[in-house]
């Protein structure tokens, strides 16, 4: 699955980001399949934003983000659902937990979205137990801390199968030791898939071995 980026620009900071140079912004720029790419983006830059572009849930923009060839805006909802099950996944900034339900079950959510799912139970409760969760998988998510469900959000997007997972600072509330643990897995799940990464953050770090790197 190819990602291209043709001359995007937020309309809501066209005129801020216009002004400053940028990788990504305005620019002509591709995503090899596979590839693990890191942007590093300042608060304001719009780092939150191009993530929802790439996840289409978002279309204040001038320009074009082109998958597979075609514009996100010539998929229906039906192709555009099923893009979201099998070929790409996200870690969302604000995690996106449902308070309401316990962490295991916000987990399923994703892993049983397919007849055949591709990742057992026994696989969640392996990455559970390497991230140090499983203590807390039958607990509510509105009782965990921050960090605690950071790590559960990242279970979650690595439970289905996917091409690209996109990920907006992933590990801000997570101590060195944890950061360490869930990179390694992030990078294990993404080789055993062959899929790449898009990793947002506003510093440099050396969690991963990337491909490439922008400034946002």
């Known amino acids: 699955m190819q990602i291209q980026l043709s001359q995007l620009v937020p309309l809501p900071l066209r005129d801020k980001l216009l002004q400053r140079p940028s990788d990504i912004w305005n620019r002509e720029v591709t995503f090899t399949p596979g590839s693990f790419v890191k942007i590093k983006a300042p608060s304001g830059t719009g780092k939150t934003t191009l993530v929802h572009y790439l996840y289409h849930i978002r279309e204040d923009y001038a320009g074009r983000v082109i998958v597979n ?17 099998q070929q790409v996944s996200i870690i969302f900034q604000d995690l996106r937990l449902f308070e309401q339900l316990t962490a295991w079950e916000n987990i399923e959510l994703k892993r049983v979205m397919l007849p055949t799912p ?77 899929a790449g990464f898009v990793l947002t953050d506003l510093d440099d770090d050396a969690h991963f071995n990337y491909d490439v790197c922008y400034n946002l």
């Open 69 to 85: 060839g075609q514009p996100w805006q010539a998929y229906d909802a039906a192709a555009l659902a099923q893009m979201r099950q």
């Open 118 to 194: 591709v990742c057992t139970p026994e696989k969640v409760r392996e990455m559970a137990a390497h991230l140090q969760v499983t203590h807390i998988l039958q607990q509510s998510a509105r009782t965990l801390s921050y960090g605690e469900r950071q790590r559960i959000a990242i279970i979650r997007a690595l439970v289905q199968p996917f091409q690209w997972l996109l990920m907006d600072e992933p590990f801000s509330h997570l101590d060195e030791e944890n950061t360490r643990r869930a990179a390694a897995l992030i990078a294990a799940t993404c080789k055993a898939q062959q």
